[in-house]
């Protein structure tokens, strides 16, 4: 196959420009994605502890095959929608091993 060449001058003002604000949006996404798996109401975590139920980490956990990865899909789905509400959306999908299939 033909190697691709650029013409990008990766030490220019504009490139670092980019990258710098590409990175600056790649990391407010981690974040965004890190508080919607993660970040919620320590009533809703008590409740669940509560009633003897597995959070949603745990039961995938649980499902997985140990040491497998996870992709979870749609993240974000919903978010900033409907005044904070996510009806429907606030579930986990994604893609995984289980019985290594």
């Given at each position: 196959?033909?190697?691709?060449?650029?013409?990008?001058?990766?030490?220019s003002?504009?490139?670092?420009?980019?990258?710098?604000?590409?990175?600056?949006?790649?990391?407010?996404?981690?974040e965004?994605?890190?508080?919607?798996?993660?970040?919620?109401?320590?009533r809703?975590?008590q409740?669940?502890?509560?009633q003897?139920?597995?959070?949603?980490r745990?039961?995938?956990?649980?499902?997985?095959?140990?040491?497998t990865?996870?992709l979870?899909?749609?993240?974000?789905?919903a978010n900033?929608?409907?005044?904070?509400?996510?009806?429907?959306?606030?579930?986990?999908?994604g893609?995984?091993?289980?019985?290594?299939?």
């Open positions: 196959m033909r190697r691709l060449e650029t013409h990008v001058d990766m030490n003002a504009e490139f670092r420009a980019n990258r710098h604000a590409n990175l600056r949006i790649a990391g407010e996404l981690r965004r994605q890190q508080a919607a798996r993660f970040a919620r109401p320590a809703d975590m409740r669940l502890a509560r003897d139920k597995l959070f949603l745990d039961r995938l956990e649980a499902l997985l095959d140990p040491g990865p996870f979870e899909l749609s993240t974000l789905a900033q929608a409907y005044d904070g509400d996510v009806p429907g959306a606030a579930q986990c999908t893609i995984g091993i289980v019985g290594g299939k």
